[in-house]
């Protein structure tokens, strides 16, 4: 009896605590920002002129009744407004996204063969990026105004300005010099079945350093120069100088008492920057072949395949709030005196 109280305590005291009030709290918000997503995205989708059917109707060898056929089926018949109803509903009811134009399947099933592979591009790229940008931003903020300082301040205004698709493009020229050195077609190699779990392994981390790289470059040169100028400000705070004046190491006072305070704004942006990784992936995805998320919306908005690209807005939309609530939840954890209710 007393160990099931006890249990019944510590289960309501989990449910009545800030942490699960907040993730609660964000949960609905959650609902009703995808509701408005999808309906906004659904409208504007249907503002592009014609249908993925028109392509059949001017087809001669196509029948007026397939044609006929597959607009029932795919509720290209119906006005707007219902076809939006009846796609919301199925999502509510069933969870499924409709059926894809293109491949005649569940865009659920298109969406779980593709989204792995696009995770998976977008957390190593997160690693590479804060693993290389962090202590450069650091190093940058230490030896202000030195060559060291100027040497990576250039590095960082090169690699933002250098656009994703330009970064992708060399590195395929790069490729090819190199060539076999690095792979730059699909995900695994011709015999990766035959290969062994470890040899599977380290098959699709070959493949992947070029398009993590080409994911990285800007990301890693924005974080640096941020991870500069937020170290530069607490440096300047009146308890550094006091710290420093007690007879601190400089390496405690810089990792213990400097960066604990810079990295909270860095934090905040681990939502965003995994969310747009997953958005702008299609470009990483496109070069070097990547069988991602990216490339299929892609090739799903080329072809007007609306309900892939339905699914896949509504993943983006998905990984960004689960990115920002977990950016919130890690900042609590570096900062305990930070009140999750707090943040906006």
């Known amino acids: 009896m007393i160990a099931s109280k006890?249990?019944?305590?510590?289960?309501?005291?989990?449910?009545?605590?800030?942490?699960?009030?907040?993730?609660?709290?964000?949960?609905?918000?959650?609902?009703?920002t995808l509701l408005i997503a999808s309906a906004l995205s659904f409208f504007i989708i249907q503002l592009a002129p014609g249908n993925y059917l028109d392509t059949f109707r001017n087809t001669p060898q196509i029948s007026p009744e397939?044609?006929?056929?597959?607009?029932?089926?795919?509720?290209?018949?119906r006005p707007p407004i219902e076809q939006y109803g009846r796609w919301l509903w199925r999502v509510v009811t069933q969870f499924d996204f409709g059926e894809s134009f293109i491949y005649f399947r569940s865009v659920?099933?298109?969406?779980?063969?593709?989204?792995?592979?696009?995770?998976?591009?977008a957390i190593a790229s997160i690693i590479v990026t804060w693993a290389i940008a962090l202590p450069l931003g650091i190093i940058s903020a230490v030896k202000q105004n030195?060559?060291?300082?100027?040497?990576?301040?250039?590095?960082?205004?090169?690699?933002?300005?250098?656009?994703?698709?330009?970064?992708?493009?060399?590195?395929?020229?790069?490729?090819?010099?190199?060539?076999?050195?690095?792979?730059v077609g699909g995900?695994?190699?011709?015999?990766?079945?035959?290969?062994?779990?470890?040899?599977?392994?380290?098959?699709?981390?070959?493949?992947?350093?070029?398009?993590?790289?080409?994911?990285?470059?800007?990301?890693?040169?924005?974080?640096?120069?941020?991870?500069?100028?937020?170290?530069?400000?607490?440096l300047r705070q009146e308890y550094i100088q006091t710290a420093r004046a007690k007879g601190l190491p400089e390496s405690k006072v810089l990792y213990v008492h400097a960066l604990r305070n810079a990295i909270n704004p860095l934090i905040t942006l681990i939502g965003f920057e995994f969310a747009s990784l997953l958005n702008g992936s299609f470009i990483a995805e496109f070069f070097f072949n990547w069988p991602g998320l990216g490339k299929l919306t892609l090739q799903a908005v080329q072809a007007q395949d609306w309900y892939v690209v339905m699914g896949s807005l509504m993943m983006g939309a998905t990984m960004?709030?689960?990115?920002?609530?977990?950016?919130?939840?890690?900042?609590?954890?570096?900062?305990?005196?930070?009140?999750?209710?707090?943040?906006?």
């Open 108 to 121: 659920n099933s298109l969406l779980l063969e593709r989204i792995p592979a696009t995770l998976l591009l």
């Open 6 to 32: 006890d249990n019944s305590v510590n289960i309501v005291g989990i449910l009545q605590s800030e942490t699960t009030l907040y993730i609660i709290k964000r949960l609905l918000q959650a609902i009703i």
């Open 187 to 234: 995900m695994t190699s011709i015999n990766h079945s035959q290969l062994s779990s470890l040899g599977k392994i380290l098959d699709i981390g070959w493949h992947m350093i070029l398009p993590t790289v080409a994911l990285s470059i800007t990301s890693f040169a924005s974080l640096q120069r941020l991870t500069r100028g937020q170290l530069l400000d607490v």
């Open 146 to 183: 030195t060559l060291i300082d100027r040497v990576l301040r250039v590095i960082s205004y090169i690699g933002q300005g250098f656009p994703s698709f330009i970064t992708a493009l060399f590195l395929l020229v790069f490729a090819q010099y190199t060539s076999p050195l690095f792979p």
């Open 66 to 77: 397939y044609i006929a056929d597959l607009e029932q089926r795919f509720w290209l018949d």
């Open 320 to 344: 960004l709030i689960i990115g920002n609530l977990l950016a919130d939840l890690l900042l609590k954890v570096a900062d305990p005196r930070i009140k999750l209710e707090d943040l906006k």
